[in-house]
């Protein structure tokens, strides 16, 4: 596993959030899988740059390309591998805080599923300024601006409908 960015344990207390680790991970020279029970406490966030990722929902195995990401919410069984021959590259980034949960109340993000969110995007500069951020207020706000890209992505007229909720108030 070659680690290009990792940041650790950065914790805003004004937003009762905490980011755990973000990374860029490339496996181009081993396998890896891993299960991790339901006793997770945080979130984890990956992000397919390079390469697929096989991820294990209820079962059966799925396959994620460049662009996917997949969102795992505390206490959930996760369950995923890269392979060498594949060359992956894979931000991920674990998070945790009830910040966090109240966020995503209002831009949801489904969780144990892959989601297309598209590979030429501005979430890998996105993730890269959350891994190099110097403040843990600027890790949070960028963090943040992630999880509403990712979301957004996800439910392209939630733009719009935010866009034209300040007329439609005026």
């Given at each position: 596993i070659t680690y290009h960015h990792h940041k650790k344990d950065v914790t805003a207390d004004w937003m009762n959030m905490q980011?755990?680790?973000?990374?860029?991970?490339e496996f181009r020279h081993q396998n890896y899988h891993v299960l991790r029970p339901a006793w997770q406490t945080d979130y984890q966030l990956l992000y397919i740059v390079d390469g697929c990722g096989h991820f294990w929902f209820d079962g059966r195995e799925e396959t994620a390309a460049p662009g996917c990401a997949v969102l795992y919410a505390p206490g959930q069984t996760q369950e995923y591998g890269y392979t060498a021959e594949e060359g992956v590259v894979v931000y991920c980034c674990h998070f945790a805080g009830r910040g966090i949960e109240a966020f995503l109340q209002h831009y949801p993000i489904p969780t144990g599923q892959i989601l297309p969110v598209g590979s030429r995007s501005e979430l890998p500069a996105l993730f890269e300024k959350v891994a190099s951020a110097h403040t843990p207020a600027d890790t949070v706000l960028f963090l943040l601006r992630l999880?509403?890209?990712?979301?957004?992505r996800l439910q392209p007229m939630r733009q719009e409908e935010d866009l034209l909720a300040p007329a439609l108030t005026d």
């Open positions: 980011i755990n680790s973000c990374d860029l991970l999880l509403c890209g990712i979301s957004n």
